[in-house]
């Protein structure tokens, strides 16, 4: 996703960097804190021990480990919603990002559709140009035709004309 937003327009790029940079760091103080809540199961034995050699002080410290069940249960609840917010945020940011390469696809093979037409009408005018040059000669060539035969035609007419009128 980084790279995507990385090759995007600078004025979309940055506010996707900032909220990728974002989510990142709450994704990595998610991980850290999923880790340190972990570490805790581990440590059951610790806890169960902990528990069993304060058998006398049961009341009291029953009540002081509700209340601190009570609160990790309440964080782990939090964290687990926070992991669950971070990862619909990235899938609708992987959405999005499929959804952008998506219509950068379908305009890159428009221009390159464009390009082709381009090609295609530049060799036509290529050709209309040596067909009109051709055309053009053929024009100045009949001139020069036509020009001798009226030339002749005048020349014949006033030889005719001579012989008659020289009679």
């Known amino acids: 996703m980084d790279l995507e937003a990385r090759s995007l327009q600078p004025n979309i790029k940055a506010v996707l960097l900032a909220k990728l940079r974002e989510y990142k760091s709450d994704l990595n103080n998610l991980k850290s804190e999923v880790k340190r809540i972990a570490s805790t199961n581990l440590n059951q034995a610790a806890r ?40 619909k945020v990235m ?22 559709n464009a390009n082709n037409t381009m090609h295609g009408v530049d060799d036509n005018i290529g050709r209309s140009r040596k067909i009109i040059t051709n055309i053009s000669r053929r024009m100045d060539r009949n001139k020069c035709v036509i020009g001798a035969i009226v030339t002749v035609l005048v020349i014949a007419i006033g030889v005719v004309l001579y012989f008659k009128l020289a009679k």
Do not use: C, F, P, Y
């Open 91 to 112: 899938l609708e940011t992987e959405e999005l990002g499929v959804s952008l390469l998506q219509d950068l696809h379908q305009q890159r093979q428009s221009l390159l």
């Open 48 to 87: 169960d021990e902990l528990l069993e050699s304060g058998l006398a002080d049961t009341l009291a410290v029953s009540a002081n480990q509700k209340d601190r069940l009570i609160m990790s249960t309440g964080r782990l609840n939090n964290s687990s919603n926070r992991i669950r917010e971070s990862r």
